[in-house]
Nanobody
């Protein structure tokens, strides 16, 4: 069983920045893929960014150029740096740990904001 603990969410204004963190309790952290997903009220959960065990990254079109996912295998941690935040970025953000065939999820961290 892998536990994921997210942090870093909060209240931001449009144009602001946030850095989300996800700490994983996994001894084999370096061999798994990690991702950040988000879910806004009334919408399906969607992938925001992913990073493979080798550090290859992929982003949703909405995140390209504004968000950066990174990981430190020595710290069992993955981050999501979010810049130039928009109102449509408001959502619950979830960390995902994927090592086939298993998927683990964190409890989520909320990104809210004012216009």
């Amino acid at each position: 069983q892998v536990q994921l603990v997210e942090s870093g969410g909060g209240l931001v204004q449009a144009g602001g920045s946030l850095r989300l963190s996800c700490a994983a309790s996994r001894s084999s952290f370096r061999i798994n893929a990690m991702g950040w997903y988000r879910q806004a009220p009334g919408k399906q959960r969607e992938l925001v960014a992913g990073i493979t065990s080798l550090g290859y990254t992929n982003y949703a079109d909405s995140a390209k150029g504004r968000f950066t996912i990174s990981r430190d295998n020595a710290k069992n941690t993955v981050w999501l740096q979010m810049n130039s935040l928009k109102t449509e970025d408001r959502a619950d953000y979830y960390c995902n740990d994927h090592l086939y065939p298993d998927d683990y999820w964190g409890q989520g961290t909320q990104v809210t904001g004012s216009s």
